[in-house]
């Protein structure tokens, strides 16, 4: 990987990891363009920029996350602990997919850019029923509404399909307020991250044979620039995204969505 493709890549990244349009999804077009493989062969710069992502978060919501500590360490149930319950609870669906379907969610990965155009696709409909729909409003995030956004979180480990998009979405289609979501979308997505990012740094310092047989080291350089790069834009992205939900302006990522969708659909035949 080159300081050029490592750049361009962290910016997607850091971009694409909290606007609704799918990191996982626009990588793979970025890779497929550059000639590159499905990103295991780069497991390296694939932890760096997953967790220059999470910095990102936790800085631009660091007050959120101090507040959560604060509360928390109360030792007494008050709105704080309250909201850390809803983190844990969030993270059932994805824990479970993760501990017993994780070989078969790599798998999907590597099955082309077509489910990754139908993936977006599904994406941009997502986000077109939550600009229309219309539900009643509550005051705050429930239990079982983290528990439901989880199971969203957690369906979106398709490649294509966004993750803050698919969880952003199921809140607005639950009547959870706008002001509320994007930041409880954002936090409950850290531990994932993290534990992904930890799994594959187990499989980065004791490889199987296949993989090690397949891997191609990444320069120190390409692993800054990819660094600085996701972070960076994953800033902007991030505080962007969250005036964005605040708005209701989501419309437009949904018809992006469904033009990219069908691009990646349509990329293979005209790269060929």
């Known amino acids: 990987m080159s300081w050029f493709q490592a750049l361009i890549l962290g910016i997607i990244q ?19 363009l550059f000639g590159m493989d499905d990103g295991s062969s780069n497991l390296a710069f694939t932890i ?20 959560l500590f604060k509360e928390l360490f109360k030792w007494q149930w008050n709105d704080g602990t309250k909201y850390v319950v809803n983190i844990l609870i969030s993270m059932i669906p994805i824990g479970i997919v993760g501990f017993f379907f994780k070989d078969k969610v790599e798998a999907i990965f590597g099955s082309g ?5 139908i993936c977006l696709l599904v994406t941009a409909a997502l986000l077109t029923f939550s ?7 509550k005051e705050e995030i429930s239990p079982l509404h983290a528990f439901i ?14 993750r803050s998009g698919s969880t952003i979405a199921t809140g607005l289609l ?11 979308s954002f936090l409950m997505v850290i531990p994932p991250i993290l ?13 199987s044979a296949e993989a090690a047989a397949t891997a191609a080291p990444t320069s120190t350089l390409a692993l800054v620039i990819g660094f600085v790069a996701a972070f960076v834009t994953g800033c902007f992205a991030c505080k962007w995204m ?20 069908v691009l990646a659909i349509a990329l293979p035949y005209i790269i060929k």
């Open 48 to 67: 760096v920029v997953h967790i220059a992502t999470v910095l990102s978060t936790c800085l631009i919501l660091w007050k959120k996350i101090a507040w």
């Open 174 to 184: 639950l009547g959870d307020k706008k002001e509320k979501l994007a930041a409880f």
């Open 14 to 32: 850091g971009l694409t990891e909290y606007l609704p349009v799918s990191s996982s999804g626009h990588l793979a077009i970025g890779q497929a």
């Open 195 to 207: 534990g992904e990012a930890l799994l594959d740094a187990k499989d980065l310092f004791a490889p």
């Open 242 to 261: 969250i005036n964005l939900v605040k708005k209701g302006k989501l419309i437009w990522f949904a018809v992006y969505c469904a033009a990219i969708g």
């Open 131 to 137: 600009y229309f729909a219309k539900p009643r409003q």
């Open 113 to 117: 850019l077509l489910v990754v155009g």
């Open 149 to 162: 956004i989880g199971i969203a979180q957690a369906i979106a480990v398709l490649p294509g399909l966004s």
